[in-house]
Nanobody
Framework: VQLQASGGGLVQPGGSLKLSCGAS????????MGWYRQAPGKERELVAT???????NYADSVKGRFTISRDNAKDTVYLQMNSLKPEDTGVYYC???????????????WGKGTLVTVSS
């Protein structure tokens, strides 16, 4: 099972980016999916999560600016980021809670991260 994130890049303050993260491999179900980020010199922090039923949760710092969504048919989670600020700069990591075929217990899988830089 692998997660592949894409969509990062350099954007000016106030701009927008959309991140994508798709799961590949053999698995039974994907439960929660989400995004974390890690700024230089800081710990990794939660950005947003979404359940299979599409209930969402956001960090206070991104509420009203970021939107998480998912396409269960494509095993993909998205993060639409608007009104970006310099403090949103960091490496964004996607994760998914996946139950592999033949198992009963789901496990967390992580993508390698995609860099988002917000700077003028």
């Amino acid at each position: 099972v692998q997660l592949q994130a894409s969509g990062g890049g350099l954007v000016q303050p106030g701009g927008s980016l959309k991140l994508s993260c798709g799961a590949s491999g053999r698995f039974a179900t994907i439960n929660d999916m989400g995004w974390y980020r890690q700024a230089p010199g800081k710990e990794r922090e939660l950005v947003a999560t979404i359940t299979r039923g599409r209930s969402t949760n956001y960090a206070d710092s991104v509420k009203g600016r970021f939107t998480i969504s998912r396409d269960n048919a494509k095993d993909t989670v998205y993060l639409q980021m608007n009104s970006l600020k310099p403090e949103d700069t960091g490496v964004y990591y996607c994760y998914a809670d996946i139950r592999r075929l033949g198992t009963m217990t789901p496990m967390n899988y992580w993508g390698k991260g995609t860099l988002v830089t917000v700077s003028s």
